[in-house]
């Protein structure tokens, strides 16, 4: 069994020295197109990436990939360092992840392999400790009726010298080395193995296991028939998912800061992944519903798999470790079909006078038509609506609301749509009457109960000018007055 297939495309080349290459930022497609002038040192050898190949068979793709990376991202200078995790990213366009001893070649997923845990580690063949190297090739091999795991990785500072000591040091599997030479020529060649360098190495599955301690993948995404890339104008507080029990894949990316010359991410993102969502509703009992979380590291994206446990809504949510406002992406992956909503601010209602979220108790208007209703704050943005919506009324010039011990609230509605205090209507009514010609008081229809008669007269008697009193007959004062002259005013 040889993965991938060994057959390759022969290298080509163009008159016009230019060539295009396909890389990925924040899963869309990007073509950088670059010629074939590769940057030298003063010795005349290529300042970054070199040769690779064999001696007899030079191959130049390696350095017009670097050099497009390096104008993808603004020079040589912007691409110096980084985690091969995210470079893989930028090459493949898949999902990345990180974790021990996992192979998916058959699955069409690019590996890496990274030793990050001890750099003292003598490595044999020219490798060399903190290095990324890609897996070309994972085969079996028949040796003696006993099958043999052996894999090939690109190794770009191999020589013929580092597999001769590696073959005389007794390296498993070594280029040259006894094993090869107990193979059959058969399986040599379904293998593509070469005795001549040709900047790969090889060693068995367990040496490799031994030598590094992490796996790099970017997954092929063309793996989850699901994905449905889409852009959300508004800003998404998380995303819902309705999914059958399965699993699923889910990636939160922020921005590159590559580019800016900045290395660091001072927002930690991580995705929250909890159960128990419902449709159309934003409140999540996050402390009992979280199933899945990322780890808060200084990265560019964060990846959480998980395997949902039944059938349900889930909610996506895409959180940072402190308060932090910056873009981000989220991608929801599975291989079967998912149905996706996003929930935001702009789905829940907003108070009409701060515009904010509601949260708590608040206040329902809802216009004379009955067709748009506005949802309050309570306390300050109350009054304010009030004060703004609230009819005034045409005798008092006060809004027309319950104040205890003058106003009940109550209203009546003129003719001409302004709106009058049931209190205030009986003065609205004597102040736009008709005057009498002879007392110049106003002729009105006045309604009175009999049990009210009583206080309706006292409220409406003319009044003392010595102490303020109604000059009626009323247990007290016989009704009787003094006119003072040259005056309205009247005396008991």
């Known amino acids: ?55 007899s068979r030079f191959e130049i793709w390696s350095m017009l990939v670097e050099k497009a990376y390096a104008k993808l991202y603004g020079g040589y200078d912007m691409i110096v360092g980084g985690q091969e995790l995210f470079c893989l990213q930028d090459l493949y366009g898949g999902l990345p992840s990180s974790y021990p001893y996992v192979f998916s070649l058959k699955r069409g997923n690019l590996i890496g392999l990274t030793n990050t845990t001890n750099h003292s580690v003598a490595m044999p063949l020219g490798l060399k400790a903190g290095h990324a190297y890609g897996l070309v090739k994972i085969a079996q091999l028949q040796i003696q009726g006993q099958l043999e795991t052996v894999v090939q990785l690109r ?67 063309y793996q989850f028939p699901s994905v449905d890339p889409r852009n959300v104008d508004a800003v998404p507080l998380y995303v819902h998912v309705i999914a059958n029990a399965t699993d699923v894949v889910v990636h939160l990316e922020q921005p590159c800061r590559r580019a800016n010359m900045q290395a660091d991410y001072p927002c930690f993102v991580a995705p929250v992944v909890a159960a128990h969502a419902v449709v159309g509703r934003r409140k999540l009992d996050v402390a009992k519903d979280v199933i899945a979380t990322g780890t808060f590291v200084s990265n560019r994206s964060c990846l959480v798999e998980l395997s949902l446990p039944s059938e349900g809504t889930y909610a996506v949510i895409p959180a940072t470790y402190a308060p932090f406002e910056s873009a ?152 009787r007055f003094y006119q003072l002259s040259g005056s309205d005013n009247q005396v008991l």
């Open 1 to 55: 069994m040889v993965w991938p297939s060994p057959h390759e495309l022969e290298q080509q080349y163009n008159d016009e020295g230019v060539y295009c290459v396909r890389f990925w930022r924040n899963h869309k497609s990007y073509l950088v197109v670059v010629d074939d002038f590769i940057p030298c040192n003063h010795n005349g050898k290529p300042a970054f990436a070199s040769f690779t190949g064999t001696a």
């Open 155 to 221: 190794n770009v500072w191999s020589d013929a010298s580092s597999d001769a000591a590696a073959a005389a040091g007794g390296v498993p599997w070594a280029r040259g080395g006894a094993d090869w030479k107990q193979c059959s020529l058969h399986q040599k060649q379904r293998v593509g193995y070469q005795l001549a360098d040709d900047g790969t190495v090889w060693l068995t599955l367990a040496t490799c296991l031994a030598l590094f301690s992490t796996v790099l993948e970017s997954r092929n995404v």
């Open 328 to 479: 981000f992406q989220v991608v929801v992956a599975s291989p079967v079909p998912l149905a996706v909503g996003f929930v935001s601010d702009d789905d829940i209602p907003v108070c009409s006078v701060c515009r904010q979220p509601l949260k708590g108790s608040y206040r329902t208007y809802t216009s004379p038509d009955g067709v748009v209703a506005e949802h309050v704050c309570q306390g300050r943005c109350a009054d304010e609506y009030r004060s703004m919506h609230a009819p005034v009324c045409v005798d008092c010039r006060e809004r027309i609301e319950v104040v205890a011990g003058r106003f009940s609230g109550r209203l009546f509605t003129l003719e001409d749509g302004t709106s009058c205090h049931a209190e205030c209507m009986d003065n609205y009514r004597i102040r736009h009457a008709d005057s009498c010609v002879h007392c110049h008081d106003a002729i009105v229809q006045i309604k009175v109960h009999a049990e009210c008669m009583e206080a309706y007269q006292l409220s409406i008697a003319k009044k003392c000018h010595e102490c303020g009193l109604a000059i009626v007959k009323g247990g007290r004062f016989d009704g």
